[in-house]
Every structure is written in C-alpha cells, then in structure tokens.
C-alpha cells in the first residue's frame, strides 16, 4: 500500500487515536507530533497516547505536551495510527485500548513489519516515518509549519543518526534542505539532542567503554551496560542509547553489540548495529526481536555469559 491508500484511510475517519512505541525516540515522538498537527489542519479530532514517557529531551517539539500515557473518558475513536511499530507489542499497553474490530493504520519503515493493520503503508527503503509523515503532508497539498517541519527533522535526524547511516538517501537530504528553509535550524537541533547528557550519563559511558571487546579477527565488538554500572553512576537508561555507537565505529567493526541488564528479572536487551554487510535484522529476529537491516535489537533470558555466548555464535555464524 502507498500513501494514497492512507490518505484515503484518514479522510474517511474523524476521530483518531494516535501512538507509538515503548521508549519512544526522536522519530516516534516526532513523527506523532507532525502527524497530529496534520489531523489537526484536516480538521480531525486526535488523542495522543503511548506508553511510556516522552524524554525530556525532546519536550522541546511543540505538541509533545499533548502526549497523554492515559485515554480521556468518553473518546471514542473511529481508528487508531500506529507508528515507526513493526507490530502491536511494541506499543505496549496502548494495545489493550485497542479491539478486534479497531480500524488499524499501521505507518511503519521497519523491514520486520507484520502487516498488522486494516490500512499497512510499510516502506523499508525510508530513514525514517518522519520521512513517511512528510510525504503524507504533500499527499494532503498541506503546508507544513516551523512546528511541524522542527518534529519532522528531528525525526529523520535521530533515525539517520545525523544523515550518517545507509538509510540516508539523495530524498532524505532533499526533504531536510527543505525543513531547513522552513526555519529549522541543524545546529541548534543537533545541540538539542546530542548535547545535553548529563555527567552522570558520561561516567556511565567511560564504565561501559572498560568492558568493549573485540573478536580475534576484529569483526564483532560488544559492551555491557549492568545494573550495577547504572546505579553506581546513578545514569538515566536513556542515556545508554548512544554507547553502541563506539562499538560500531572501530575501523574494521562489521557487527557492534550492546548489551544491557535492566529489569530485575533475568532478561537481557541486545542491540545490533551494523556497518551495512551483515542484515542483523535477521540477527536480531534469531532471538524474537527485529528492526532494520543495520540497527536492531532483542531481549534474551539467561544467565550473562550464557547470554553473550549465545548472542556472539549467532553473530559469528552472520559473518560467515
Ligand atoms: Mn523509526
């Protein structure tokens, strides 16, 4: 399906729920905020729910305020637009608000996408949804705003990582010149985003770069962020997103490997990135997880080191 099919799919409804998923990230908040306004000019009536929080760090993006973590009485939507969420769990607990028989619009760029909507505009080759909401604008011949042009960026910066990543396309550029004539400014969102960590997310950065290791062949980089790390340094988990970076950016990395111990239970969250040889999508969906092709993640059960060995065999056979 394309964006026509949900043009069509939005200017049949009136009343919509909008979401995304659990700790959301630039382009989920981001790409909900463009994509209310839009309703908002369409003349549409919208909630605005997700699960968790947003971070503070991007409070910044007007409309983030309207975000609500629970459903007002007497709101009764007529369908629900699901974004940058390969399937309904990774909504969380908006899901229980949402029945059998709710029309789903489901606007996603993620490889792993199940289809689960009525309406499925799925496209893997976009960086972002931000880019995905941008064309959604010009379906609808609307104009788009400082506010909405600020979310939109903001959303396709944080999924390119800074237009960096292969995802970054010759239309992706091309959309960001145009948000930058609006009045975005790149430096003062780049600030906004990659510039406030706190020093406590710092020195939880230099614990985890100590445990960095490589395969003998230098392939394969992998660090730990535990439990332990984050209460000595008393770091927010919002500040271990980035630490995965220094991993993937050793000269001759194929596979970077982060795991993270965060609930109280035995569960362990791995994330993948990749330099664009290996699809660790595939790697990730070996454990139950998914994601894009070179930026993916898992949750496994077990004991640490069965864990890591687990997850490296699987990462080694990748290379093969
Ligand atoms: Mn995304």
Redesign the pocket.
């Known amino acids: 399906m394309s964006v026509r099919t949900v043009k069509q799919a939005i200017k049949k409804f009136n009343k919509f729920l909008i979401t995304s998923h659990i700790n959301p990230e630039g ?2 908040i981001g790409s909900q905020v463009a994509m209310a306004c839009l309703l908002r000019k369409l003349g549409k009536e919208f909630v605005m729910l997700d699960d968790s929080p947003v971070p503070n760090l991007l409070r910044f993006m007007k409309g983030t305020e309207d975000i609500s973590k629970e459903m007002p009485h007497n709101f009764n939507f007529q369908a629900v637009i699901i974004l ?1 969420s390969p399937d309904m769990a990774r909504i969380g607990r908006v899901s229980e608000y949402i029945k059998k028989d709710s029309v789903i619009i489901n606007v996603d ?1 993620h490889i792993s996408n199940v289809n689960f909507g009525k309406f499925n505009w799925v496209e893997p080759d976009f960086s ?2 931000g880019e995905m909401i941008y064309d959604l604008f010009k379906a609808f011949k609307m104009k788009i705003d400082l506010d909405e042009a600020i979310a939109l960026y903001a959303a396709i910066m944080t ?1 390119t990582g800074s237009f960096r990543y292969s995802n970054t396309s010759s239309k992706t550029h091309c959309i960001a010149a145009e948000l930058i004539d609006i009045g975005v400014k790149p430096y003062e969102m780049h600030s906004r985003i990659y510039e406030t960590s706190s020093i406590q997310d710092t020195n939880l950065l230099g614990e985890s770069l100590q445990t960095m290791k490589l395969t003998e062949d230098g392939k394969i980089a992998w660090l730990w962020v535990t439990k332990d790390m984050l209460k000595e340094t008393k770091a927010s988990l919002e500040g271990t997103e980035g630490i995965i970076n220094f991993a993937r950016s050793i000269d001759g990395v194929e596979i970077a490997v982060l795991f993270r111990e965060t609930g109280t239970d035995e569960r362990v969250k791995v994330s993948f990135r990749s330099k664009g040889k290996v699809d660790v999508n595939k790697l990730a969906a070996g454990f139950g997880g998914g994601g894009h092709p070179t930026a993916s993640g898992c949750s496994v059960f077990g004991k640490f080191e069965d864990v890591e060995k687990k997850v490296l065999d699987a990462a080694k056979q990748m290379l093969k």
């Open positions: 382009d989920a940058d760029h972002s949804v999924d």
